[in-house]
T-cell receptor, first 114, second 112 residues
Framework: NAGVMQNPRHLVRRRGQEARLRCSPM?????VYWYRQLPEEGLKFMVY????????ESGMPKERFSAEFPKEGPSILRIQQVVRGDSAAYFC????????????FGNGTRLTVT | QQQVKQSPQSLIVQKGGIPIINCAYE??????FPWYQQFPGKGPALLIA?????SEKKEGRFTISFNKSAKQFSLHIMDSQPGDSATYFC???????????FGKGTRLSVIA
């Protein structure tokens, strides 16, 4: 029973490039959440999605960041024109039913912008 | 504005000791309070959670104490072991309505 799968585990991008982070939720889970973690900081909520719908994007920066969770395939967090301040660990979590039913986290993607 | 304040930032205890991690919140609408454990290079894993209708919940060596009037809750780890060395996060949300908000974490080291 595979858990939440995130890839890549590590991603290095130069300033101005695009970063694509992928998340496959646990089998049977239709709710996906993205969080960002900076060193010595807690996890900051970014976006909450269900299949084909963005439910809450109140934590997403207004520019350069977007997320999707298509009918088929993984959820994608996309960061365009990355800057050094985007360097962080990005975690995806999934849950089976209502919002904030226990979240199951993946092991994250560590993005480094050079 | 930080919605959940966690302390201490770091904690060192001897094996067998009882580390206590505290969290405080302001939003009285919060009704779900989980604790997550995170090892280096891994994602957070749910440890234990409580709702405000009880004042204490135990699961194995982990206990949450909840004080609704003070808007505080804490995690106690009984008979701590070196394998408990990790970062612990408290969190809070309103069921079904708001995102889970996390404290900044407590780095626990249990030394033999």
């Amino acid at each position: 029973n595979a858990g939440v799968m995130q890839n890549p585990r590590h991603l290095v991008r130069r300033r101005g490039q695009e970063a694509r982070l992928r998340c496959s939720p646990m089998k049977g889970h239709s709710h996906v959440y993205w969080y960002r973690q900076l060193p010595e900081e807690g996890l900051k909520f970014m976006v909450y999605l269900q299949k084909e719908n963005i439910i809450d994007e109140s934590g997403m920066p207004k520019e350069r960041f977007s997320a999707e969770f298509p009918k088929e395939g993984p959820s994608i967090l996309r960061i365009q024109q990355v800057v050094r301040g985007d360097s962080a660990a990005y975690f995806c979590a999934s849950s089976p039913y209502q919002r904030n039913s226990p979240l199951h986290f993946g092991n994250g993607t560590r993005l480094t912008v050079t | 504005q930080q919605q959940v304040k966690q302390s201490p930032q770091s904690l060192i205890v001897q094996k067998g000791g009882i580390p206590i991690i505290n969290c405080a919140y302001e939003n009285t609408a919060f009704d779900y309070f989980p604790w997550y454990q995170q090892f280096p290079g891994k994602g957070p894993a749910l440890l234990i959670a409580i709702r405000p209708d009880v004042s204490e919940k135990k699961e194995g060596r982990f206990t949450i104490s909840f004080n609704k009037s003070a808007k505080q809750f804490s995690l106690h780890i009984m008979d701590s072991q070196p394998g408990d060395s990790a970062t612990y996060f408290c969190a809070a949300s309103t069921s079904g309505n708001t995102p889970l908000v996390f404290g900044k974490g407590t780095r626990l080291s249990v030394i033999a």
